[in-house]
């Protein structure tokens, strides 16, 4: 596959972001590329358009259908896997938002919740008040994305223009 200037940017600049994000650039770059094609793309394609090694887009691809951002299809005629990913940059953003939940806040709130629960006299009133407040806060944002997660895409969109506006109602 060739890369336009502007599809390589993207690609490149995806990767600098995903490490930044906590994931590997490659993987980052992957998806990226994945993203951009018009078709689905076997292994040997990816790796030859982005010059990596071929084991590291075999590992890149399953960290990226662990995150449920890239699926498996078949090509009539060829035995190979090809590999292609959701094109809806908001569907994209709710698998993320979804697997970052699942692997970084429910198991926060668990171990916010074992804290207050656990929390006796020999813990400071000061420290149950701000271990309680984070809980607090973390169920309620919690909340709100099961709220966002729930709404058609269309209404997404609409969602986040109507809570801009409302933002800058209040202040």
Request: charged fraction near 25%.
């Amino acid at each position: 596959m060739q890369l336009s200037p502007v599809m390589e940017r993207f690609v490149m600049h995806w990767g600098e972001m995903g490490s930044r994000w906590g994931v590997n650039r490659t993987v980052a770059q992957i998806h990226a590329l994945l993203f951009l094609s018009e078709r689905p793309l076997h292994a040997e394609d990816i790796a030859e358009t982005l010059g990596v090694a071929r084991s590291n887009v075999s590992t890149s691809l399953k960290e990226l259908q662990s995150w449920e951002l890239v699926h498996v299809v078949h090509v009539k005629g060829d035995r190979r896997d090809h590999f292609e990913a959701q094109h809806d940059v908001r569907e994209v953003f709710r698998t993320v938002a979804e697997g970052r939940k699942r692997r970084e806040i429910d198991p926060t709130l668990t171990v916010l919740r074992d804290c207050v629960t656990e929390a006796g006299k020999e813990t400071p009133q000061m420290v149950r008040t701000r271990i309680k407040e984070t809980l607090d806060f973390m169920e309620l944002m919690a909340s709100l994305f099961t709220e966002v997660k729930a709404l058609p895409n269309a209404g997404l969109s609409q969602w986040v223009k109507a809570s801009m506006k409302a933002k800058n109602l209040l202040g």
